[in-house]
């Protein structure tokens, strides 16, 4: 199969506005005839739902939490870039999207980011309008900052809970859909199965996770906005509930799995506090804005940390290594996140990590106190401070923070075309469950761009491209393929609850957990991929065998939501050892010890990685099938980052 | 009028019927107060029985007595629904609860202390306002006009320690009502504002302290000066 | 530390429920509270027992998803969500009971989790302002004055969590509706619909069963998001001049 992307002809600028031109239109009078089918409810899945059925369609939406606010969207932090160029400090649409190529590794479409960057402007404006109370200047308008080194301040934000007020104005847009009548909510509900007649996606079949109902449902079309697959590394910055399963489930229905491996570590994490913990949390990246990062210089003094024999402060100056600064001296401690993460993990590798795990490094506003004075450390991250201090009990104004690399977000997802349509026809995946706009490597504040821009301003237009050649009749939910299925759904609870082992899911997906992070995480090599992969084989085959879950599956039943899901990610590891053990080079997120500059930066084989790596599932036990999309770069010069 | 009747019997009707009533029997109270402490001027009761006899009178005030009649009984009884409607909202208790973190003692039992106020002023209204109306009253002769003698009565009813007593403890009830009422009712009537609130809620207080203890107060002297 | 834990067990909404007794040991002072659940939970599936059901998602504080009225408060002792709440906060041999949200309009599903879904229905009855995708006007076009945008932020931070509803002594939501309606009100692009948003929100609200507002203030006192009482005070405002100048009679 040759992979299509669907990529407008024509200049860069003009693509996408070719293409608006050029995509069929569903006559108003017939949008009601369709159906569509929108799973998960965070930025793209609230956005997408509340905008098609504002357009007319009828629309159902799916979430698995108990309402569409809590999708983790909720909790991104720090802003959402835009190329309003409000500060006229030379932003542009372009410098947008050159920054996120950049950014990105060079391992994403041309097409598609100089898109994300175009509709940037109007996701600004739609929330404003939607009454999201963004930060204001005393004048009355809008405030931007920069962020994640950026050298323009393009960032949008609503304090620190951007996340939060966006998901809020996208929930307020679907809400009123819902008391419309053009939305019908499914909350509780967490999607199984795609349903595939003739080569097309014409439904889902779901479970609701009160009753345990297995329950199926038609539609014209089904769009997956169901987010990243972070939690395979069982800790991480994601949600408790945050899964691969609806896009796992799609993958093994014909949707292309791309780049797998690319995963984001975010640095300034606060780090694992002891065997119990089941969550990571963020600390917003703009601290490492006034923020100093060092270790000991010596192992020996950080083996005194550890056993808490001296005290941060009692390091004399010339005893301290702020590794960044040294190293990197004109980007210093505002270096990207995966390289800032990198040198968390080397410094603390050689033994000179801070805390009892000996796994943190510090993270020191003790120089910016005494430049600024502590007020003003106060009015820009009280909050933050506060936050930390709830978490780990102690004062960050007094001694240092600590912090250590946490998994955040995942580049890859499922292969979408320039229309955001999977290779499956009529199955589209919106948002981080896609793997399209950030390449390698995200940049700080586009997820929640990415996010708005698939479901407010693309999905409206290329999904009525879709419908425009569909018929109005719906396949019925009786339907052999809903049936079957359903069967397998059902077959698959019971194969769950009839295994009755001996270990708890969480048992599985702690183990898992530790073999990516350990050999899939922050710096992979081909012998620890390989070891990798035949460990998670035998762990899946363990699962099946001896896993525990108790309860019924018609009821609400925890433990056997969280078995689903394990199974899923079970799978999913695997391939992303696979597909990280092929990429041989670094890029991004994805870095090979075996693949780095003399100085120990990421090391990019543009001759023979420059592609997009879609795997296909070719069933139970089989390995899956690598098809590449080569990535062509027209207007951007690859090159080589350098941050020193 | 169904808007009139929708607005009222939403919830924040209810509460809004609570508040312009409360407000009402506030300034009330600052009538009340200003005629009883004439019971203490030393002229036998002069002041007082002649104030008594132009409020009984004037029509006016005849008309804002019933309204206050009607008012206390709107009070009572939006209580009551509302005490309703509210356990209805929580049919299930907690089995335990630690509401003095969040909120004061009074605030959450605005309904037991209305309920000892009531009782307070059905026994008040039998002593004193149904003897002046209905009751065998003594009459005295001030500058040749005649008057109804509420003086004698109520220095009556003040020379028995236990009325005193029963008195006394009802102002305090009544102050442990106001503390929380006064600032509420301008709260459910949505004044609330950074400048002002504040001295609202200092004002509440004061009134709160104030206007029963000076109620209080008559009683305690004039029970000393009678025996 | 050691802990006893009494917690509500209930296995469906019909079911009578009632309290059990757990014994904890070995809990780690920086453990969050759900994360001593979690524990628990994992001995509970040892001993084949069915685990205790809460809801919980994003864990640091924001999603609004975690609840449990802990020790007679919800969220327990701090003014933050339980999930931020660590167990440095009890003392080894504490006893600690853990209920569920009660009110009549959150109907306990199981254990402690409860169904909030009338909190959606009175967004979906006008916590919103009415404009389709597209067509807005430039985001800078209105300013809005920074005192203003502060105070609307200030309401828009609530999380939808229900502790309102819990602390409250009459079960109500005016903290969670005024929130939003303030929300809105304040800011020029929701003012268009504040009337109408202001009166259909209350209806739904009632509708719904929550109680009245005494004014105790509980529900400020314990919202993790320290939503101010001052925005009940505006939704009264708004809902009584809507009621006098609406076209709706």
Known sequence: MKLDSKIPSGPLAEKWTRHKFNVKLVNPANKRKYEIIVVGTGLAGASAAASLAELGYNVKAFCFQDSPRRAHSIAAQGGINAAKNYQNDGDSVFRLFYDTIKGGDYRSREGNVYRLAEVSVNIIDQCVAQGVPFAREYGGLLANRSFGGAQVSRTFYARGQTGQQLLLGAYSALSRQVANGKVKLFPRTEMMDVVVVDGKARGIVTRNLITGAIESHSAHAVLLCTGGYGNVFFLSTNAMGSNVTAAWRAHKKGAFFSNPCYTQIHPTCIPVSGDHQSKLTLMSESLRNDGRVWVPKTKEMAEKLRKKEIAPKDIKEEDRDYYLETKYPSFGNLVPRDVASRNAKYVCDEGRGVNETGEAVFLDFRDAIKRDGEDAVKGKYGNLFDMYEKITGENPYQTPMMIYPAVHYTMGGLWVDYNLMTTVPGLYALGEANFSDHGANRLGASALMQGLADGYFVAPYTVGDYLASLPYEKIPEDHAEFKKSEEEVKARVQKLLSVNGTKTVDHFHKKLGKIMWNHCGMARNAAGLTKAKEMIQSLKEEFWSNVKVLGTGEELNLSLEKAHRVADFLELGELMVDDALHRNESCGGHFRDEYQTPEGEALRDDENFAYVAAWEYKGEGKEEALHKEDLVFENVKLTQRSYK | ?227 | ?249
């Open chain 3, 1 to 249: 530390m050691n802990l006893t834990l009494k917690v509500w067990r209930q296995k469906n909404p019909s079911d009578k429920g009632g309290f059990k007794t757990y014994k904890l040991s070995g809990i780690s002072a920086d453990m969050s509270f759900l994360e001593m659940l979690d524990v628990l939970n994992e001995d509970l599936s040892e001993k084949g027992e069915d685990p205790v059901h809460f809801d919980h998602d994003c864990r640091e504080g924001i999603c609004g998803m975690c609840s449990l009225y802990i020790n007679g408060q919800p969220h327990g002792p701090h003014q933050t969500t339980t999930c931020q709440l660590h167990m440095r906060s009890f003392r080894d041999g504490d006893t600690i009971t853990i209920e569920p949200w009660r009110a009549s309009a959150f109907p306990i599903v199981k254990d402690l989790v409860v169904d909030r879904s009338s909190f959606d229905r009175i967004i979906q009855s006008g916590g919103f302002v009415s404009v389709n995708t597209g067509g807005v006007p430039d985001a800078n076009e209105i300013p809005i004055p920074k005192v203003i945008a502060d105070e609307s932020f200030d309401a828009a931070t609530c999380i939808g969590c229900g502790a309102c509803v819990a602390a409250c002594k009459n079960a109500s939501a005016m903290l969670f509706v005024s929130a939003k309606i303030s929300q809105l009100a304040l800011l020029p692009q929701g003012k268009v619909e504040k009337k109408e948003r202001a009166e259909k929100m209350v209806a739904q609200m009632d509708k719904e069963g929550f109680g009245a507002c005494t004014n105790t203030g509980a529900c400020s006192a314990e919202c993790p998001k320290e939503i101010k009482l001052s925005n009940i005070a505006r939704m009264n405002r708004e809902y009584f001049s809507a009621s006098l100048s609406t076209e709706n009679v």
């Open chain 2, 1 to 227: 009028m169904s808007w009139v009747s929708k607005t009222l019997n939403s919830t924040l009707g209810k509460k809004l019927l609570m508040a312009l009533t409360g407000l009402f029997l506030i300034l009330f109270l600052v009538v009340h107060l200003a005629g009883n402490l004439q019971l203490l001027l030393p002229d036998g009761g002069k002041s007082f029985n002649i104030y008594a006899e132009t409020m009984a009178s004037n029509p006016f005030i005849r008309v804002v007595g019933i309204l206050n009649f009607g008012f206390i009984a709107l009070h009572a009884i939006y209580s009551a629904i509302l005490t309703r409607h509210n356990k209805k909202s929580r049919p299930v208790a907690y089995a335990m609860t630690k509401s003095s973190a969040n909120s004061t003692w009074s605030s959450r039992n605005m309904g037991i202390l209305g309920s000892l106020i009531l009782v307070f002023i059905l026994i008040h209204l039998r002593g004193f306002w149904y003897e002046f109306k209905f009751g065998e009253m003594p009459y005295v002769t001030y500058d040749g006009e005649t008057y109804k003698d509420g003086f004698a009565i109520v220095s009556a009813a003040f020379g028995n320690i236990i009325y005193v007593a029963f008195y006394v403890l009802s102002m305090a009830v009544l102050a442990f009502h106001l503390s929380h009422g006064f600032s509420s009712a301008f709260q459910t009537l949505g004044l609330n504002h950074k400048k002002y609130t504040p001295f609202i809620q200092k004002l509440g207080i004061g009134f709160a302290i104030v206007v029963p203890a000076l109620f209080a107060l008559i009683p305690i002297i004039m029970f000393i000066q009678n025996s």
